[in-house]
């Protein structure tokens, strides 16, 4: 039985079909049934066009600008050349797709679109933003609520969500334009840091400041507000409106996770 | 142990708002186990609000009972845990198996049905059981290919995996017809097969004609053959919790949910004419099921 399931598997992952794959491994008899309407082979394809076209499909979804660029035909074949290298391991057919930034660099397709690797990354970012733990988010009322002379005092945590990643490509402008069909003139090399988020069912992305980068990444282990304040001054920004203005921002995209019992502590003194 | 649910809609991401919204007075929901195994996100944050609300069942595609691979002890942990945040009425799986060596072809795959095949399962259900703490659904898949060495029909397999494991069953009505085609045989062979008392749900689903083939695509609604052999089916088993099936290209929510009001009215029509055929004959067995006695 092993060794049949084995043979089964060869054959259903083969690149090139089944068919092919009997050739290939000079298979002389299969162990499936075949009739008068279909052969053996032709049922066993059955589920290697089944294995291949449900992960394709999967990736179509989760790349989608990768395929927008590549076309139909190159984005089949870099996944057939994808799986081949890389067969699904896990239970999850969310994570069939995670390897693919890492295969795309070592693709002939990435000598062409040099940017190719990190939009894939990207696009694999906003995935792991979708499925993020999720959490309740400090509101700008619940902020209110505390008396502002024990501010210094909040507790700051990130949403479960949050994610930082900086580029050397601009991947947000390439995938925007991919995705609405305009020319890419002028893309070269260029520092981009992103921001990702999610805000109830959509996940969300913007360009940021390396001040706002080092102070949302000083938040990554929980943070005091005084200490947000003071690590501003101490990068010659002028903390006051600086940090008032980030944290109206914060607040407003659901960037803050809601301290819970520790928060409403400090509310309640 | 496993009471009738009513008729349910598998829940899909694309329903989520709508259900959030307007909270619809569908009976139950099956989820897909493997979508919600995840250590947090938002589709558990959603499964969480609609657990409260509704009864819910854990629909598994990954458990691979077939497979010569050693059962995998962290797809099975992560199941626990979220049977154990869910608490479903019922968790189920297919009868067959994914990938070997590790690899996983996301791919229902059918077995030979021989008694080597039949103690290597029964021993895996067992060991489930044990470790999940609860007997499970083991559901009947659409299959395209056979093997040369299969030496019982499928029904006969399948009844015997359930009698020997304490398992039950999940019977897909769509997939019993769309492989009574692909392998010439009577569907109504297969209902009749199938014992009354390891029943607990039924599937009903579209497929798609391929000319030599039928495939189970999940992609249309249920076509009159396959309500006609609900209708059987009901016919048999008396009212059995219902679930429609809807995986690609998936219509509003509404739709579905029309759907799962269609297969009430033909499990009522039907399950009342039998249940007056029964009581003109002088049988009162329905009356004690309704009672439930």
Not at chain 2, 262 to 286: F, H, I, N, W
Request: overall charge positive; hydrophobic content about 40%; charged content about 25%.
């Amino acid at each position: 039985m092993q060794e049949a399931q084995q043979l089964l598997w060869r054959l259903i992952s083969a690149p090139e079909g089944v068919q092919k794959g009997i050739r290939d491994y000079r298979i002389r008899e299969l162990p499936i049934s075949g009739d008068h309407r279909l052969s053996g082979a032709e049922r066993l394809d059955i589920y290697a066009a089944m294995y291949f076209f449900r992960i394709l499909d999967c990736l179509k979804e989760d790349y989608p600008a990768v395929l927008k660029l590549l076309g139909s035909d190159r984005f089949h074949n870099l996944v057939t050349d994808y799986l081949w290298r890389y067969p699904p391991r896990h239970w999850s057919l969310r994570t069939v797709g995670d390897r693919l930034p890492l295969f795309v660099k070592a693709s002939p397709l990435f000598r062409r679109y040099r940017y190719l690797a990190e939009l894939a990354e990207m696009e694999w970012q906003l995935l792991e933003v979708f499925d993020a733990a999720d959490q309740a988010v400090l509101r700008e009322e619940d902020l209110k609520a505390i008396e502002p002379a024990r501010w210094g005092g909040i507790p700051l945590a990130l949403h479960p969500s949050v994610r930082l990643k900086s580029f050397r490509w601009p991947v947000d402008r390439i995938r925007e334009g991919i995705l609405k069909r305009r020319p890419l003139t002028r893309i070269g090399p260029e520092e981009t840091p992103l921001l990702f988020w999610r805000q109830g069912l959509k996940v969300f992305y913007r360009r940021i400041s390396s001040g706002e980068w080092r102070l949302i990444s000083s938040l990554r282990d929980g943070d005091l507000l005084d200490r947000l304040c003071e690590r501003a001054s101490q990068k010659r920004m002028n903390p006051a409106p600086t940090i008032a203005r980030l944290l109206k921002g914060w607040l407003r995209d659901g960037l803050l996770a809601s301290g819970g019992g520790r928060a409403h502590r400090i509310a309640g003194g | 142990m496993f009471p009738f649910l009513g008729y349910g809609v598998g829940l899909r991401t694309r329903h989520y708002t709508t259900i959030l919204r307007e909270w619809p007075p569908v009976d139950w929901f099956e989820i897909l186990s493997e979508n919600y195994m995840v250590a947090g996100g938002r589709p558990l944050w959603v499964l969480d609000q609609i657990a409260e609300r509704y009864p819910v069942v854990i629909h598994g595609v990954s458990l691979s009972i077939g497979t010569t691979d050693p059962l995998r002890r962290d797809y099975l942990s992560a199941l626990k845990k979220l049977a154990q945040r869910v608490r479903p009425r019922w968790i189920s799986d297919h009868l067959c198996w994914t990938g070997v060596g590790g690899h996983n072809a996301h791919d229902l795959l059918p077995l030979p049905y021989t008694e080597e095949t039949l103690r290597h399962v029964v021993g895996r259900v067992k060991e489930v059981q044990d470790f999940l703490g609860r007997p499970i659904l083991l559901e009947n898949v659409s299959s395209y290919m056979s093997f040369t060495d299969s030496r019982m029909t499928e029904w006969e397999f399948l009844t015997a995996v359930v009698r020997e494991s304490g398992c039950y069953i999940l019977l897909d009505i769509n997939n019993i017809y769309v492989s009574s085609v692909n392998h010439s045989f009577d569907p109504l062979e297969y209902i009749e097969a199938i014992p009354v008392d390891r029943l607990v749900q039924f599937h009903l689903a579209g497929h798609s004609d391929h000319g030599k083939y039928l495939l189970d695509t999940h992609d249309h609604s249920v076509k009159p053959v396959v309500w006609r052999l609900y209708e059987k089916a009901v016919e048999r088993f008396g009212r059995i919790s219902t679930l429609i099936e809807w995986d690609d290209r998936i219509p509003p929510f509404q739709r579905l949910f029309s759907i799962a009001q269609k297969a009430k009215r033909l499990a009522d029509k039907v399950y009342e004419r039998t249940t007056a055929q029964q009581l003109a004959r002088g049988t009162a067995a329905p009356l004690a099921a309704d009672l439930g006695a």
